[in-house]
């Protein structure tokens, strides 16, 4: 991914504590470096760690409770209600652990998280090991998190505080949408990210019914109110933008606001197409993001490059746009970028971390491989990926996990699948 993008065969990269040290021709590495631990996997392909840039991670225990609803009565009837019931301490620790674990065996080392009781996200990726960024929600609604914007804000900064000097946990400002926070909460918004330097991560031209809504409350659409806020800079996340005019993408190029794309979640909810390969074309900055496992329902961002590439293609008419290496970059390189993790992250770089990724090309479902990059987007599955580290720890080894226990984690969420399906069956029943 860095400096240019490229392949290279026959090559071994060296570890040192939580570092990559070298990335060098496979035969100069066992000359120079004879007595260190060498691991071999062949039929292989090495990639930087990928970083989902978008996700609500504790809400994997919602996964497939109710589909195929327009969103509005997704969350109004359903995802809503059983937060409102259960959302919890408890509920967001289970959560983030099945979470954590589905995405370390989809090759997943980094996140962007939007959710309540982001202390509990925290915690739970600090102790498994994982990069992560954790959201500090605004929402003009009161929740188990909290009753009001000044708790909010800082409870949000408690957890800031916390984990300031913290290797592998960030935090940023995620206001959760411009249709559900008002404009106090999110001038305070831009005030503190500036002070704190941190990103802020929206939900941001979703669908139709967010521009209409906000036309009729405010007189104008999201983005034009966002940047009236002073909110359209190079720390904004906007997530989603299905919904741009041509002088939209213009304003979001010249602002160097990072867009976050979730097309499976897009499509699952019919909230429309973001126009990847304009955005593209007006180098904009675009990531790429699962959306939480209730809307999508998976958190495999190996999914989620394939679908990004197809739709890119039938979207723009063009066979060529979104190409396979541009796609690997948006999961990677750019989903750093938008974090400002670029420096520590995002490529396989002598002196980055080491989050790296190894997937396995060899089988009846690949071979023959004549592009390793190309399988990656159009073929490869996430049960190819079978070793990850993360800052130098083996956190996936032969597709073992060795920082989380599957069974205790599976044995957890089947206890919170009985308790939402009681909720969620009372509240159809109420209905
Ligand atoms: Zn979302």
């Known amino acids: 991914m860095e400096p240019t993008d490229g ?41 930087p760690g990928l970083i989902n840039a978008h996700t609500h991670v504790a809400m994997n225990l919602l996964r497939g409770l109710a589909d195929d609803l327009p969103l509005m009565t997704w969350l109004n009837d359903h995802i809503w209600p059983v937060e409102s019931a259960l959302v919890s301490p408890d509920f967001v620790r289970s959560g ?9 065996r989809s090759g997943i080392t980094c996140f962007n998280d939007m959710y309540f009781f982001p202390d509990e996200t925290a915690q739970a990726a600090s102790q498994a090991g994982m990069r992560a960024v954790v959201g500090m929600i605004v929402i003009d609604f ?11 804000f800082s409870r949000g900064i408690d957890v800031h505080d916390r984990y300031r000097s913290d290797p592998l946990i960030h935090t940023a400002f995620a ?33 139709r019914e967010e521009i209409q809504q906000s036309l009729d409350s405010y007189g104008k659409r999201p983005l034009a109110r966002l940047d009236e806020l002073g909110l359209l800079n190079n720390r904004l ?24 794309h979730c097309p499976e979640s897009n499509l699952k909810l019919a909230s429309g197409f973001c126009p990847l390969e304009k955005l593209l074309n007006h180098n904009i900055n675009v990531a790429l993001g699962t959306d939480g496992a209730a809307s999508n329902n998976d958190l495999s961002l190996l999914g989620e490059m394939r679908t990004a590439a197809l739709l890119a293609k039938g979207v723009a008419c063009n066979s060529s746009a979104a190409a396979a290496h541009e796609i690997l970059a948006m999961a990677t390189i750019n989903s750093a970028r938008a974090l400002g993790l670029d420096d520590e992250t995002g490529s396989l ?17 690949t071979e023959p491989v004549y592009d390793p990059l190309s ?14 580290w993360v800052a130098g720890n083996h956190l996936l080894k032969d597709r073992e996990l060795t920082s989380l226990d599957s069974k205790a984690i599976l044995a957890d969420v ?11 069956k009372k509240k159809r029943t109420e209905c």
């Not at 089947?414 to 969620?424: A, F, N, Y």
Request: charged share 25%.
């Open 237 to 260: 996340l906007a997530v989603h933008m299905t919904q741009l005019d041509e002088n939209e993408i213009k304003l979001v190029a010249d602002s160097g606001c990072h867009v976050v």
């Open 414 to 424: 089947r206890q919170w699948q009985e308790k939402v399906r009681l909720h969620d």
């Open 96 to 104: 983030t652990q099945l979470a954590l674990a589905e995405m370390l």
């Open 375 to 388: 399988h990656l987007v159009y073929v490869a599955e996430r049960q190819q990926v079978t070793n990850v």
């Open 349 to 365: 770089t002598s002196g980055k971390a080491a989050d790296i990724v190894a997937v396995d090309l060899a089988g009846i479902e």
């Open 142 to 152: 009161p929740s188990a998190w909290a009753g009001n914007a000044d708790e909010y």
């Open 7 to 47: 392949l290279l065969h026959e090559h071994s990269l060296l570890i040192e504590g939580e570092r990559i040290h070298a990335l060098l021709p496979t035969r100069d590495a066992r000359q120079q470096y004879p007595a260190v631990n060498h691991i071999e996997l062949p039929d292989h392909v090495l990639i």
């Open 175 to 207: 206001p959760h949408a411009p249709y559900s926070v008002g404009d106090e909460a999110l001038r305070r918004v831009r005030i503190l990210s500036e002070e704190l330097d941190i990103p802020v991560h929206m939900h941001v031209h979703e669908s």
